[in-house]
């Protein structure tokens, strides 16, 4: 896309749609998106493509559903869908391509096939029984002949590309032979939150029962009228300084604000006390995020006042935080007092030592054969020639989330499992209000010029990897290529956002490239150590410009062979 005159907008567009293709076990057109987004010559944005609860999707029909927490997998889970009408509002706004050009490489990848990847092989093969024997709709799709595909072989979704086909087609004859791309692109937005896409899962969703990761066998609630309720918006990002770095975030409706508060505790440490190649800097790390975690859990959501939340990000709220650290690991959830307020409640978290619980905060995220999934998503990162930066986080509408809508070649999304069915909590189910995200983009800017845009799949782990990369490269001034490479980790003391919702106090998962000394030492310190193994933890990507030569540079993890770094 850049080689061919595209800017950094046309091309994560275009990625974003092959991604749905290539990737289905990652993210979705189903599901949702969070992007921080910084065209030349104007203030970098949040492009909010997180959808809210339906309006049918309340605490009082949950629980007369019989349920106590929103399952991990199923159509009742589902948020209104948001990825696709943002990537097309950011393709509208600061792209230059046409749609039909933009998506022509998702519909050819699609119609013709491509090798399927080894992960996501192997992620049909664990949940189809659950598709053969309660989602045929799903089987249909990712069995074909009845089995699971084998890695590496050619894989075809005709259904989408045929929608994908069709959104052209309908918006093209809808804007008129003498209509603008823009009018092209606003027809096509429209005609997904209120046409035939709208019309397909309304229909599917609401008249077929099936079964959820509960156990349970249950209807959506989502309709089209929650999808053309629905537009993307942009908004103000918040932002924080680490080493003289601003850091630019989402809001607290999604989990952005963790890696400021964690950056401000840990700015006033030492360079040496952060060195990560010793117990005390990762000690000190670890203990940083457990207190900024804790603070997710009481307050962060869509509610969380301007007010609040700056007071969250404030020097002294990070100072008086920084004297709760000590030699020894907590192994408390440990929220802070707003404003003097009352000891915030907390949520009857599950303590878990199972290692099966373990291990799905290992590494590569997981799904069990109930379909639910720990934190599964994608992550591009573009700066071009000119300048312009995107740092975006696609989720969601994973092919394992619920059964796949007959006609249209994909599945909706899970994201109403991070809230609560508890009135009380910050992040309660609410019809029409976001569920408290843990997509969590990230851009970097000095002197006022955007220096580089990162971030990284992995659920809860999305920020923890990154205060990790930006320590190393803010601190220890390691490239970002090192950086990456270099032995991570990070902590499970706190309630997961994915269900069931388990945890472990104390516990910190590491590789163990970060030796046996360091190790050890960290177990002397109270911590509950989980080996992941060499190179198990981590998927983060970066991409880097010099605001002075204008040089550009990528960095890309190698864990698992399929991060790359590309450029010209």
């Known amino acids: 896309m850049l080689e061919r005159g595209g800017n950094a907008f046309d091309a994560a567009v275009a990625a974003a749609f092959v991604l749905h293709v290539v990737e289905p076990h990652l993210n979705g057109p189903g599901g949702d998106m969070v992007a921080l987004a910084a065209p030349v010559g104007a203030p970098a944005r949040v492009l909010v493509g997180q959808g809210p609860a339906p309006r049918g999707a309340s605490i009082e029909h949950f629980k007369s559903e019989g349920l106590h927490i929103v399952p991990g997998a199923g159509a009742l889970a589902a948020a209104v869908p948001g990825a696709v009408d943002a990537w097309l509002l950011l393709l509208r706004d600061h792209g ?43 089987a249909e799709l990712w069995l074909p002949g009845g089995v699971p595909p084998e890695p590496g072989q050619v894989v075809r979704n005709e259904s989408y ?5 069709r959104l052209v087609a309908e918006a093209s004859v809808a804007a008129g032979p003498s209509a603008s791309r823009v009018d092209r692109i606003d027809r096509a937005r429209s005609i997904w939150g209120s046409g035939f896409v709208a019309e397909c899962i309304d229909a599917f969703v609401r008249s077929t029962p099936h079964l959820h990761s509960s156990g349970s066998v249950h209807r959506g609630v989502l309709t089209a009228d929650d999808m053309s309720a629905f537009t993307a918006t942009y908004e103000a990002p918040v932002t ?21 508060q964690t950056l401000a505790i840990l700015d006033g440490f030492s360079d040496d006390a952060l060195d990560l190649s010793t117990d005390l800097g990762v000690h000190h ?8 975690m804790a603070d997710r859990e009481a307050y962060y959501g869509e509610d969380l006042s301007a007010a609040d939340l700056d007071f969250l990000l404030s020097a002294e709220y990070a100072r008086e935080r920084r004297g709760l650290i000590t030699s020894t690991a907590s192994h408390e959830i440990r929220p802070g007092r707003l404003g003097g307020r009352a000891q915030p409640r907390l949520m009857p978290f599950e303590l878990t030592n199972d290692l099966a619980a373990i291990h799905t905060s290992v590494g590569e995220p ?14 591009v990162d ?12 696609p989720s969601g509408g994973w092919l394992q989330s619920s059964p796949t809508i007959p006609g249209l070649g994909f599945a909706i999304g899970t994201r109403l499992q991070m809230s609560w069915l508890d009135r009380e909590s910050p992040s309660a189910l609410r019809a029409g209000r976001r569920p408290r995200t843990t997509l969590t983009p990230t851009l970097l800017v000095r002197d006022g ?25 803010l601190v220890a001034k390691l490239s970002p290529q090192r950086a990456i490479e ?53 998927r983060l990507s970066s991409v880097s410009r010099d605001p002075v030569s204008g040089v550009l540079s990528a960095a890309a993890n190698p864990r698992g062979a399929q991060g790359y770094a590309v450029g010209r």
């Open 240 to 260: 924080g300084t680490f080493r003289g770095t601003q850091v630019l975030k989402a809001g607290a409706w999604s989990q952005g604000p963790v890696l400021l």
């Open 366 to 379: 997981t799904v069990s054969v109930s379909g639910a999934t720990q934190g599964d998503t994608c992550h």
């Open 486 to 538: 270099a032995p991570t980790f990070h902590t499970t003391s706190f309630p997961g956002s994915f269900w069931p919702r388990t945890w472990t106090p104390g516990g910190v998962v590491v590789e163990d490239r970060l030796g046996s000394d360091v190790i050890e030492a960290l177990i002397a310190r109270g911590h509950v150590v989980t080996r992941a193994g060499d190179w198990a933890l981590g």
């Open 161 to 165: 590309a045929r929608t994908m086909s």
């Open 285 to 292: 790390v670890v203990e940083a995020l457990k207190l900024a």
């Open 382 to 393: 573009i700066i071009d020639r000119w300048g312009n930066a995107i740092s975006a986080t």
């Open 96 to 138: 230059t391509w046409e749609l039909c050009d933009v998506l022509d490489y998702a519909i050819h990848y699609a119609s013709t096939g491509h090798r399927i990847i080894a992960r996501a092989a192997q992620v049909i093969a664990v949940v189809a029984p659950l598709f053969r024997d309660s989602w045929p709709t799903s």
């Open 449 to 473: 010029a955007v220096i580089s845009a990162l971030g990284t799949p992995g659920g809860d782990q999305q920020d923890q990897w990154q205060v990790v990369y930006l320590v190393n490269t």
